[in-house]
């Protein structure tokens, strides 16, 4: 329901879309932590009760007068975006766009993140409103509180996003480059990632038409990419999940594995004392080695392969030593 919805919306949305527009890009940056508390800014709000019934800490610059980006609007806002219990670690500054200028790393910056910290603009600028800022923003703040091991997900976008999205194979090819804040800046994933956590609050909460002019158009996110960041912020991959397989082997067992996330694989052989097998991951086809276990113990062979776009694979156990009986343990993302 959710993919036929969502496909729809993308259809209508991108009636019109401009595309990847190298200048048209207004970045965002690094935050300069220290200058929050610099003398020249200060701030109003705090911890607010967000009409969700959930805290949110939001700070509201002085140089807005009373009643201009209210502390409490925003607070109701951000509770309003597609979240989980990250929520409550995060404190947001909303500043104009000259003191945004100044709390910033960068050129053009109209938005910063780090370390649970999120500063947004309070005025449009260049035709972006403060609040596609504040979603972009918190694409990051949920990448930053998620485990995409051995990955950091700031830079490389949360595991089921970025296993859809092929990141690891990408960037293994020299194709996108995940952390890079400057000259490859529109082929980072980290920064496309916030943008398609955005265009899913865009999308799913009006359905309207959506701008992708901050990252390049390779990224322009597809329903089943939107429906993964949607899983990512609500039901967030954790760690990794093990099965044991039992079996007998004459000559050689074979079984199929899939492999719908990338991450490290780990599979461990032990046969009966005496015996001696040896385990083996291959292609799909059956013909490709991806892997060999190699010996951890008197009985026991251990293999371990960094999956990186291969979907399916297979598992092969043989014996040197005649039939016999086995397990295997099978560590998987």
Known sequence: ?????????????????PFFQPGAVVRDGALRTAA????????????????TGEQVTVFTSDSYANG?????????FIAGLIHGSELGLLTAYIATPAEVASLCYGDDVIGCYSADKL????????????????RHEY???????????????????TKRWASQENICSRATGGNVFPGDEGANYTLNPGEAFAE??????????????FDWSLVDSSFLPNAAELQAVEQDVLQPWSAPTTTVVRGAVGNAWTMALSLPLDGTLSVDLSYPAGARDDVVLTGASGKRVLARGAPSGASSEKLTYMICGERTARLKVMSRSGPGRFELRITKP
Request: glycine letters at 12%.
């Open 1 to 17: 329901m959710f993919q036929a919805k969502i496909t729809a919306l993308i259809a209508a949305a991108l009636v019109g879309t």
């Open 36 to 51: 929050l508390h610099h003398a020249d800014v200060t701030w109003h709000g705090g911890p607010m009760t967000a009409r």
């Open 68 to 76: 201009v980006n209210d502390p409490q609007q925003w607070a109701d």
């Open 119 to 134: 500063v947004a603009i309070g005025d449009a600028v260049g035709g972006v409103s403060p609040q596609e800022v504040v």
């Open 139 to 157: 694409g990051h703040h949920v990448a930053a509180n998620r485990d995409n091991a051995p990955w950091a997900s700031i830079d490389w976008g």
């Open 196 to 209: 398609t956590y955005r265009v899913l609050n865009d999308v799913g909460g009006s359905g309207a038409a």
